[in-house]
């Protein structure tokens, strides 16, 4: 089993930038890729952004292409997610997850999740 922990979220105003951090623990051999979802009480949760554990390949969702940037530090067991020019659409509650299959951009593929982190983006 993977243990995931989030944090960074926060207030920020709309054009500037904010890093999440997604800490994970336990059996993280297991994990093929780690991806970014964020949910909000009128969507659905959606895929935001995802890297292959090894090796590094990034995915991202359309929505925040050029503007969120996903990176991984594997001697800290850590995932990015750099988040820039944050629009008041990106307010959510992010989470990071962790897969062990192909499957990169439906959420009901991962199988740990974090608790969540709150991204407020006001005007």
């Known amino acids: 089993q993977v243990q995931l922990v989030e944090s960074g979220g926060g207030l920020v105003q709309a054009g500037n930038s904010l890093r999440l951090s997604c800490a994970a623990s336990?059996?993280?051999?297991?994990?093929?890729?780690m991806g970014w979802f964020r949910q909000t009480p009128e969507k659905e949760r959606e895929f935001v952004a995802a890297?292959?554990?090894?090796?590094?390949?990034?995915y991202y969702a359309d929505s925040v292409k050029g503007r969120f940037t996903i990176s991984r530090d594997n001697t800290k067991n850590t995932v990015y997610l750099q988040m820039n020019s944050l629009k008041l659409e990106d307010t959510a509650l992010y989470y990071c997850?962790?897969?062990?299959?192909?499957?990169?951009?439906?959420?009901?593929?991962?199988?740990?999740w974090g608790q969540g982190t709150q991204v407020t983006v006001s005007s």
């Open positions: 890297i292959r554990w090894s090796g590094g390949t990034t």
């Open positions: 336990g059996r993280t051999v297991s994990i093929y890729r």
């Open positions: 997850a962790s897969t062990t299959t192909f499957v990169t951009t439906n959420p009901g593929a991962y199988d740990s």
